[in-house]
Every structure is written in C-alpha cells, then in structure tokens.
C-alpha cells in the first residue's frame, strides 16, 4: 500500500472560481456547484450553467457517492512524483449529483471494474491534499 504523503506531486492550479472546490476538498469534503435555476449539479467550476446559461450557480456538498464509467491503469505518470504510485488508477466518476468527474481511483485489492460504486476521500499528498475515490 502506498503512502500518498511520501510523494512530492504537483498539485492543481487553484483559481478564483475553483478555490471553493479545493478548500473543501482540503477538509475532507467533496463540494460541487448546484444551479438553482434548474436544480442540476455543474463539475468542473464554472461561471454559467452548461444546462441553462444562467449564473446561478452556488457550491453545496455532495454526497460523495459516485459510479466508475471508465477507468486506466497508469503506468507511465506524466510526473515523475507519481512514479512511486504506480500502477494506479485513473477514472471517470459519475457523481450521484449528476456531473461527471476525473479522479484518482484508490483500489488497494486491484479489482475495479466499470460500474463499481466508489466514495469520495481526500488524501494528504507530500504537497497538498487531493481529491480521490476509493471502491467501497
Ligand atoms: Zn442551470
């Protein structure tokens, strides 16, 4: 099992308009933006509604319950501070909200399969503490 706290990775590049995502994401929370023109949730951060163009978006928590609908086994990292991950996983996570989310896909029995229902963790890094999903 890895310890994610030993790796020196680069962390995300924090905007004004993801900052709320991150900071929460930093104390155990998965938050998303909600519109509350026509009740949908929105990921990735963004300034108008990519259902109904309005600019009525605000942040709420989600429930950090989520489907795996594609994953890949990373060998080759794009930085090398990954390198003592790997192999790892990367996947796209259906959020019970609706959005679709990228993320690092903790499963230490290396058994995931598309449709796996998944839980949102943040795991301290050496750098910063990431989003992730773990299998349940
Ligand atoms: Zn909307």
Redesign the pocket.
Known sequence: MIDYRTLDVPGPTITDLSRPFWEAAARGRLTIQH?T????G?FYPRPL?P????D?LEWRDASGKGTLTSFSQIWKPGHPGWLPAVPYYVGLVQLSEGPTMLSHIVDERRSIRVGDQLVFKSVPTGSRILPFFHKI
């Open positions: 519109c023109s026509c009740n949908r929105v509604c259902h109904c163009w309005a009525a």
